[in-house]
């Protein structure tokens, strides 16, 4: 019987798996804001914002860490003065929990262009596609550029989730028979 109810343990807790390939993340890319957020289930994420003369840098790095790294989305943002472009990744899924990224990049309004990474993942290309017709974005050296979603009259320069005088404009918005037009401003008529 122990006399001593209180028995202190000085356990080390080893790092998780997205511990270590943030912190991996951190130590090649010093320019790259790295963040561990967790989800209120208890899964960790791993969010890093990468400059975009990183971008396809850190892309080949994750590639490597995880040959079988898995490409989930790309979503393209109108963030005011910049465009972004948010990717999913999940990395190390054969030995659960998986490792999930995201990876986020931003480029100017004035100057768009973001690195294609579509020879790293190729699935990334259809989501690049969409974000240069939805709002803009020029991923550089994207082998395809055909329109995904527009149709070929649909007029140049004008991207359907843009916020600023770039985006549909009032007089291209119809009515598709609704019982309310939406105006921007989320008024109704």
Do not use: C
Request: glycine share 8%.
């Amino acid at each position: 019987m122990n006399d001593n109810p209180v028995n202190e343990v000085n356990e080390v807790k080893e790092p998780t798996k997205a511990e270590k390939v943030a912190k991996a993340i951190e130590e090649r890319f010093p320019e790259a804001e790295v963040q561990m957020k967790t989800n209120k289930w208890g899964r960790q994420r791993v969010w890093i914002r990468v400059p975009r003369e990183k971008y396809r840098e850190l892309m080949g790095f994750i590639k490597a860490l995880d040959g079988g790294a898995h490409y989930s989305i790309g979503i393209e943002q109108d963030w005011g003065d910049e465009l972004g472009f948010l990717s999913h990744l999940v990395i190390h899924y054969d030995d659960a929990p998986a490792v999930s990224l995201i990876v986020d990049v931003h480029a100017p309004k004035d100057d768009p262009v973001i690195p294609d990474i579509s020879d790293i993942f190729q699935i990334a290309l259809q989501f690049e596609r969409e974000g240069m017709e939805m709002v803009g974005i020029d991923f550089e050296n994207a082998p395809d550029k055909r329109r995904l979603f527009l149709p070929d009259d649909f007029p140049e320069g004008i991207y359907p989730l843009r916020l600023d005088d770039k985006g549909v404009p009032d007089e291209m918005v119809k009515n598709a028979g609704h019982p309310y037009l939406i105006k921007k401003g989320g008024g109704s008529q």
